[in-house]
């Protein structure tokens, strides 16, 4: 295949983790042949005899596991899920090519299983796939633990600092209703006494968070100024 390409093996520079030998890789349901897996921090690289291989991004890799279920497949291996496209494009049709325009969003996905000939490797290698992948986390999954702990600061907001927060807490909301926000916050209490029961005492059960749940966001939509649910 094409995207087999010959490059030097990792070693410790890459903080290479675990070196398995005598190792299948089978791509798609097709067999690349049996060569050396190197499971470095940087890098998951597969080499054959003659040098031709292919090293995987972590951030590509969507999911690994060990597979020992012999009805999908015929042997214990490392299975690795791939946001990445590795087919030949010669071997795509016209037909194909226009399928895949109309289909831009949807991201391709390449299945790896990497087959030790010793299987009591397996545990090991997963092990380092778990390490490796650590060290590589998803930048998304970052940019949503920056809004954690963020407090709106009343006084700095007072005094014309700062930006208007979303959503006030509970406890702030309460003391920053206006008239016509009270007035909200009333209708929707008296509401709650008759729409709650019908809401989370389905099937016989009612839990005292759902309930809790519930109110807190009437409570955010009466200082948001915002109906609780879509209008008919």
């Known amino acids: 295949m094409s995207f087999l390409k010959s490059f030097p093996p990792p070693g410790s520079a ?59 497949y015929p042997r214990e291996h490392l299975y690795v899920m791939v946001n990445a496209q590795f087919e030949e494009e010669s071997k795509e049709s016209v037909a194909d090519e226009e399928e895949d325009d109309s289909d831009d969003d949807v991201e391709p996905i390449a299945e790896f299983r990497f087959v030790p000939n010793d299987k009591s490797a397996l545990e090991a290698m997963f092990t ?34 700062g930006d208007i927060p979303t959503f006030y807490t509970y406890e702030e909301g309460l003391s920053h209703l206006t008239a016509e926000g009270q007035a909200t916050l009333e ?3 008296g509401m709650l006494s008759q729409s709650v029961s019908s809401q989370y005492n389905m099937a016989g059960v009612r839990t005292e968070d759902s309930i809790r749940d519930y109110e807190d966001r009437s409570v955010r939509y009466a200082i948001e100024g915002l109906a609780p649910w879509p209008s008919g």
């Open 187 to 189: 209708r929707l209490e």
């Open 128 to 161: 380092a796939m778990c390490e490796c992948q650590a060290l590589h986390p998803d930048p998304e999954d970052e940019d949503s633990d920056d809004y954690d702990g963020e407090e709106y600061d009343v006084e700095a907001h007072e005094q014309g600092q």
């Open 14 to 72: 890459d903080g290479l983790r675990q070196q398995q030998s005598d190792t299948e890789a089978v791509l798609n349901g097709k067999g690349l042949g049996t060569g050396t897996l190197y499971i470095a921090e940087s890098r998951l690289s597969w080499l054959d005899g003659s040098g031709l291989g292919f090293s995987l991004e972590y951030p590509t890799i969507s999911l690994h596991a060990v597979s020992r279920d012999l009805n999908a």
